[in-house]
């Protein structure tokens, strides 16, 4: 089983920033072999990708938010990290953290960021 401890988001003015903070633990994963990332659902839509980072810190993301998001992890502290930056109303949703230790994937109970003013 994996655990998820997920921190960060809330309610955001657009133009502001956030950061958003997982950290997975518990038997059937191996953290610093794993990719993590984060994927959102916003309402009535179906949940996309957001960003990841390999065990060898490659980072993708995806094209709504590349420039202005920034994923990292801390395999001491065995957290994953993701800032985003200049937020707008379309980036409200909720964000799942994500563990993938092929074949296996977690994921966690999801953060909700609204954008709003």
């Known amino acids: 089983q994996v655990q998820f401890v997920e921190s960060g988001g809330g309610l955001v003015q657009p133009g502001e920033s956030t950061t958003l903070s997982c950290a997975p633990s518990?038997?059937?994963?191996?953290?610093?072999?794993?990719?993590l990332g984060w994927y959102r659902q916003a309402p009535g839509e179906q949940r996309e990708f957001v960003a990841s980072i390999t065990d060898s810190n490659t980072k993708t993301y995806a094209d709504s938010v590349k420039g202005r998001c920034t994923i990292s992890r801390d395999n001491d502290k065995r957290a994953v990290f993701l800032v985003l930056n200049n937020l707008a109303p379309a980036d409200t949703a909720v964000y799942y953290c994500f563990v993938l230790w092929s074949p296996d994937n977690f994921w966690g109970q999801g953060t909700q960021v609204t954008v709003s003013s």
């Open positions: 518990g038997i059937g994963f191996h953290f610093t072999t794993s990719t």
